[in-house]
């Protein structure tokens, strides 16, 4: 990708994604912040072409992490007149050739759930179904979220992915590198014994006028073995969501399924599913 011109990549980025099951069309200058907060590395990304006209992509990034080596698919796509002709096998193919030559460890995507082509292609190539993930989203709230007597901390977003219960296999887009990289914050919920209680890693957007227009949650986690892990993540989704401020476009990005606590808390305050991914994951090493 990094030989094609960036109008290429946008033209085949967009063509690739007609007729997605969610709109993905993006502007130039939102493709190219997309790749900067997101770490795609266009040296390490493909775009197929016949006879010069490009067909198909598959975007990489790939970064280390507390030793390890992950790669993550940020993106495949295949223009409508040549889907169906092997397009997508042989650029997945050629990302795992790659992904050995860089010696990684461990290979991540996320999938919309209702795409079971493009499941069934990746299961073929070694990937494992890791865990199911939701979209949730809110433009109004319908109740409130309680308040309690935890300490809200910011911090850098590094400094979470010290936390003994940091999740290292969370989705790409929602580790703290991530977040880190398009100007995102992190909190901890701290106890009266002085105890991290959990984490909050989240983007907050505003408006000319100064009041929240979006707010983007990535993952809030909750110490384990805590009795009152309700009690925490209120807290910090509280804190995250600036309930007080009113409504705006609040959403959750690729939040794990089996964070119920979580799931449970937004749903009564009005969140509701906008879609379902699944995490999926090939071990290299």
């Known amino acids: 990708m990094n030989m094609c011109s960036f109008q290429t990549a946008l033209q085949v980025w967009n063509e690739g994604f007609h007729g997605y099951f969610i709109d993905l069309t993006l502007s130039l200058d939102d493709f190219l912040r997309r790749i900067m907060s997101l770490g795609i590395s266009p040296e390490h990304s493909f775009i197929a072409f016949v006879n010069g006209q490009p067909v198909g992509f598959l975007l990489n990034g790939i970064r280390e992490s507390l030793g390890k080596r992950y790669a993550w698919n940020g993106g495949t796509g295949v223009i409508p007149s040549f889907r169906g002709k092997g397009v997508g096998k042989m650029l997945v193919q050629v990302a795992l050739d790659l992904y050995s030559a860089e010696s990684v460890d461990v290979a991540m995507l996320e999938a919309i759930s209702t ?16 865990e199911e993930l939701v979209v949730l989203q809110s433009d109004a709230l319908a109740t ?51 105890r991290v209680a959990g984490y909050a890693l989240f983007e907050r957007k505003f408006d000319e006028s100064g009041k929240p227009a979006k707010i983007s949650m990535y993952q809030c986690e909750v110490a384990p073995e805590r009795g009152d892990g309700e009690l925490v993540a209120a807290s910090l989704l509280r804190h995250v969501f600036m309930m007080e401020t009113g409504n705006c476009k609040r959403l959750t990005h690729n939040l794990r399924k089996t964070n119920q606590v979580v799931i449970d808390l937004l749903t009564a305050s009005g969140f509701t599913t906008f879609i379902e991914q699944v995490h999926m994951i090939r071990r290299l090493s």
Request: charged residues 20%; glycine residues 8%; negative net charge.
């Open 115 to 130: 795409n079971e082509s493009a499941i069934a292609l990746y299961k073929k190539f070694g990937y494992e179904i890791l």
């Open 144 to 194: 409130d979220l309680v308040s309690s007597v935890f300490i809200i901390t910011k911090l850098m977003p590094a400094a979470v992915g010290k936390l003994e219960f940091y999740r290292e296999f969370s989705p790409w887009q929602c580790q703290w590198q991530s977040v880190a990289a398009g100007g995102g914050e992190a909190v901890i919920a701290v106890d009266a014994d002085r």
